[in-house]
């Protein structure tokens, strides 16, 4: 497993992610999100990461209290992306270490992390996914010389009859 240790975001990541922009309705996020099995989708003007948007953050919009009135359904599907985006959000560059981004992964419950380049920039998205094919890729790696090693031990050595 000192395999995973090596391994950066670039060699791994979904690169051109599915994105949306911040004027993106409510109506067509959930069209999105029916459509696509993604938990969320990172909002983009002219190429640069704005935020994210998530479920969690489409759902929200339909939390109603005493405090909170309802508003008209129509109103609410008007929404956009840019109202309801997390514009504060956790992001790797293309070098940095799988290991780094598991750790995020696992202390802040995120299912994907996006890939920014120094300006700000969309490279990829690297998912839970990703990381998971890249610790079963190891994980063989590591078998395959583990078995190798075994039968290397078990022939007898040249010139030692």
């Known amino acids: 497993m000192y395999k995973l240790i090596e391994q950066i975001v670039a060699d791994y990541m979904t690169r051109q992610p599915r994105t949306v922009r911040r004027d993106t309705t409510m109506r067509e996020l959930g069209e999105l999100f029916k459509k696509e099995d993604f938990n969320a989708y990172p909002a983009t003007d002219d190429g640069r990461v ?16 005493a405090a909170r009135m309802v508003p008209r359904y129509p109103d609410l599907m008007q929404r956009t992306v840019a109202d309801v985006m997390t514009s504060e959000f956790i992001y790797v560059a293309p070098d940095t270490k799988l290991t ?10 995120l299912r ?9 920039r969309l490279a990829g998205i690297i998912s839970r996914e990703d990381v998971l094919h890249a610790v079963q890729d190891c994980a063989q790696a590591a078998q395959s010389w583990s078995n190798a ?13």
């Open 112 to 120: 994907s992390v996006p890939v920014l380049e120094a300006d700000q």
């Open 100 to 109: 780094r981004v598991l750790e995020l992964m696992v202390s802040h419950d």
């Open 50 to 65: 704005l935020g994210i948007v998530s479920k969690f953050d489409y759902l929200s919009c339909f939390v109603f209290s």
């Open 149 to 161: 090693s075994e039968l290397g031990a078990s022939s007898p050595s040249p010139g030692f009859n």
